[in-house]
């Protein structure tokens, strides 16, 4: 019945001619101009389809899914921990967080916890990865409002950032660090002090970049008033992170649900007053300085690793210890390590049982003790072989980390096969995107860039 | 010698002075911003693995630049659209007519003059080939049939408009001071000294229109902070549709126009071709001391001297242009009508002032 309402459009505009008149000139006055996916400030991987009266924008249309790479269907056809790597493509800026989301939904889920070192170690990248994620989208606002030498001072920080992560990781965005139960390997020598040396630099530049941006005049009144929302409407959109924070709302899930290692370390959660870009830059401006603040609190908190140890291990070749496990050689492998390619750094014996949770159902053995007895052999090999690896029991889970752009959450079903049942991601960046809509109406066509810029949009986590 | 000989060897010269440095200006600005933004900057074109410091960009570039496809879009205006780049280019480049580049130089029986024609109209010649310079961009911008070329030839032409107002207004004091529109004549009387010691320098005089019109000037030359109508990160610019040489007349343009500012300031606001206490038999130091110099050594000295002002003015916009964010059209529009204007309108009021008093 409805629909039989509804008239032709060309039945109503002949009945009233004078709003169809009105509805002409507007028309007339107004440009629809199409900016994206091919434009420079849209990274080719989203569309903006406006109508602008001179220059203001009176109506915004998001088109998004350039980058939709069926992150979810794939997760079901890869195993659990098939999944790792899928989870690095989220948001490629900072990839750790999400490798240690999808890992705690994993471990909710079998309940498992990790090993305080591996918490420590989590909560410390994570850090890093924020600050390295805040660093490019400050960086690259800044650029697209043309100060390019603030961005390539940010670009010049994030470069130490990345070589601590590779340091780590052994790669520089697709990581694969996390592991269901704790994390891939332990940090390498001489990590704290490197990292110590560089948080300087970082602050060196952060406060460069202060004094570039922050209180100039042009780069000011860019940013202040732009880009308002409030925070009920914030609220309403169920965004999170330093889009919400810049609107007053301190929500932060490190102080709302701590999880790693945060309620053992003192930060602020820093709040803007008017939800603008302005605040939002301020907001991420001194988010990486409590970030750096966490990470420096955790070298301290955290019990030295085992590099420190004062016996060096004895070592013996991978071949050698086949050979005398084979041979029923056994007292020549005890307190022995496997030699190991220095790619894999940190994944020794004595440094894995630290770094992953004791966890026969999740976590792999250490090589030395995959060459050295069947035991481990044999849980190595039901850890990798198809259609086996982590089964977690049959149920659901949820588990959210703040991620750099807000909630990050992975809500996991099991039907207690080897492959998820599901994976669903909430990804931080998409009730953001959704609210430009209503953001950008009323500014101008240069305050879509300064405020996408603010979004901090990730195709690869807005359409996974 | 005769006239057309000899105007036409200055205008040689001239021609190769500013096109070198624009020419140059484009490397400049790589390594500038690259020194600015520690990186290394423009430096993988070699010939026979010889880099130059990466001079040979310039060339690599260029080379680039007219082998590339020239693209009219289909329903582009073919005629205005190729006409665009050419109007700007020639507008940029003919103020250089008037623009003394050195004082008359005597080379054995005869003088040099160093600019192509001198006249009392010099100054209006300069500011009229300046607004012409909006059909260029605003051709480009309309025969492209391509809307973000069209808002950027909006803005542009909205923001000439505006700026040529301030900046035309921030010289008027100027010429109440100097009393001529002829710019020789205005490099000359710099050559005086205040108080016995202070060069007379437009900078001096009129320090508040020196700014404006270094304000306004590199608003009027379309770069950073503002660059509104090309905007690369937001409407691409007028030049959108623009390939091959056009589009690389259009970039070589943008350059002279920065020697254009660099050179107007010189001669307006910092004495031109003069240098403090240099006369013309030599330097005459405020104290009483006197130290003479060959008239042609005084020239060259003096040409020297122009060079090295033209030159710091260019380096000191590409400094601006990398420091500073971009102006959003509004804020640019305020600053020009209700900032800008006004004090210049005032700057005039208070040199009338004092001129009647004195």
Redesign the interface.
């Known amino acids: 019945m409805a629909d039989d309402m509804k008239q032709d459009p060309e039945v109503e505009r002949r009945d009233n001619p004078a709003a169809a008149a009105a509805e002409d000139d507007d028309d007339a006055r107004r ?1 629809v ?1 199409n900016i994206g996916p091919s ?3 849209m990274h080719g991987i989203i569309r903006i389809v406006t109508e602008l009266e001179g ?1 203001t924008v009176r109506k915004a249309e998001i088109e998004i899914g350039y980058l939709h790479r069926a992150f979810e269907k794939s997760a079901e056809h890869v195993g659990w921990n098939g999944v790792m790597p899928y989870t690095d493509r989220l948001n490629y800026v900072s990839p750790l967080i999400n490798n240690f989301g999808y890992c705690m939904a994993v471990e909710k889920l079998m309940g498992i916890r990790p090993p305080e070192r591996a918490e420590y170690i989590r909560t410390i990248m994570a850090e890093l990865s924020r600050v390295g994620d805040h660093l490019t989208c400050v960086g690259a606002s ?8 603030a961005f ?2 940010f670009m ?1 920080a994030r470069e130490l950032i990345y070589e601590l992560v590779e340091d780590v990781t052994g790669a520089r965005i697709t990581i694969a660090y996390g592991r269901v139960g704790g994390v891939r390997s332990d940090l390498p020598e001489g990590f704290i002090p490197k990292a110590l040396g560089f948080f300087k630099t970082i602050r060196k530049n952060i406060a460069e970049v202060h004094g ?2 922050t209180r ?1 005049r ?2 000011y ?2 940013m202040r008033d732009t880009g308002v929302i409030h925070a009920a409407d914030a609220l309403d959109y169920g965004i999170m992170g330093p889009f919400l924070r810049g609107t007053g709302v301190a929500h932060d899930l490190r102080k709302a649900e701590p999880y790693h290692m945060y309620s053992r370390v003192e930060f602020v959660v820093p709040t803007g007053t008017r939800g603008d870009n302005y605040d939002r830059y301020l907001v991420r401006m001194e988010e990486m300085e409590q970030s750096l603040r966490i990470c420096e609190q955790c070298f301290k908190q955290m019990a030295p690793g085992t590099h420190q140890a004062d016996i060096p291990p004895e070592y013996l070749d991978a071949n050698q210890m086949v050979d005398a496990a084979k041979h029923a050689r056994t007292e020549c492998l005890i307190d022995r390590e496997a030699r190991l390619s220095p790619n894999m750094e940190g994944q020794e014996h004595r440094h894995k049982r630290q770094v992953i949770a004791d966890d026969k159902t999740a976590a792999m053995p250490s090589l030395g003790k995959t060459y050295s007895n069947i035991e481990s052999l044999m849980n190595h090999f039901m850890l990798v072989m198809n259609c086996h690896g982590i089964r977690p029991p049959a149920g659901e889970a949820y588990a959210a980390v703040e991620g750099a752009n807000g909630e990050l959450g992975f809500y996991a079903v099991s039907d207690g096969t080897g492959y998820p049942h599901r994976v669903r991601v909430h990804p931080p960046c998409f009730p953001i995107v959704a609210s430009l809509e209503q953001v950008l109406v009323g500014g ?6 300064a405020t996408f810029g603010s979004v901090n949009m990730i195709g690869g986590e807005l359409d996974r | 010698m005769s006239e057309i000989a000899h105007a036409l060897i200055v205008t040689g010269y001239i021609l190769s002075v500013v096109l070198t440095l624009a020419a140059l200006l484009t490397w400049m600005e790589r390594k500038q911003s690259a020194l600015m933004q520690d990186r290394i900057g423009a430096n993988r074109a070699s010939i026979l693995g010889f880099r130059a410091i990466g001079l040979f960009h310039i060339i690599a570039d260029s080379l680039k630049m007219f082998l590339k496809e020239d693209f009219v879009p289909a329903r582009g205006v073919r005629l205005f659209h190729t006409l665009a780049p050419f109007i700007s280019a020639f507008c940029a480049l003919a103020i250089f007519a008037c623009i003394p580049f050195g004082p008359s130089l005597p080379l054995g029986d005869t003088t040099v003059n160093l600019w192509i024609f001198d006249s009392d109209i010099s100054l209006l010649y300069v500011l009229a080939l300046g607004s012409l310079g909006i059909y260029g961009i605003f051709f480009a911008g309309w025969s492209s049939h391509n809307k973000f070329a069209y808002l950027g030839a909006m803005r542009g032409a909205a923001q000439m408009l505006s700026y040529e107002i301030a900046l035309g207004i921030s010289l008027i004091g100027l010429i109440m001071v100097y009393g001529s529109l002829s710019l020789n004549d205005i490099v000359h009387y710099q050559g005086r000294q205040l108080f016995g010691f202070l060069p007379a320098w437009g900078v001096f005089l009129q320090p508040l229109a020196c700014l404006i019109f270094l304000t306004a000037g590199i608003a009027e030359s379309k770069r950073n902070p503002f660059d509104m109508p090309e905007g690369e990160s937001e409407i691409i610019g007028y030049f959108t549709e623009y390939s091959s040489m056009k589009f690389g007349l259009f970039f070589l343009a943008d350059f002279i126009e920065v020697v254009v500012v660099a050179a107007l300031v010189t001669v307006l606001f910092f004495g031109g071709w003069q240098v403090p206490y240099l006369q013309a038999d030599g330097f005459q130091l405020p104290g009483g001391t006197h130290w003479e110099l060959a008239p042609l050594a005084v020239g060259l000295i003096q040409v020297g001297a122009f060079c090295a002002k033209l030159f710091f003015f260019c380096w000191l916009q590409l400094t601006i242009r990398w420091t500073l964010p971009r102006f959003r059209y509004d804020q640019l529009m305020r600053l020009g009508w209700q900032f800008l204007l006004p004090l210049s309108i005032a700057n005039i009021l208070v040199t009338g002032i004092i001129l009647v008093c004195r």
């Open positions: 440009m101009i434009h420079p400030a220059e800044a650029m697209e409002l043309n100060a390019f030498t390539l001072y010049a570039l941006l100039n042009i780069f009144d860019r101008m066509v240069a305050d879509i860039i």
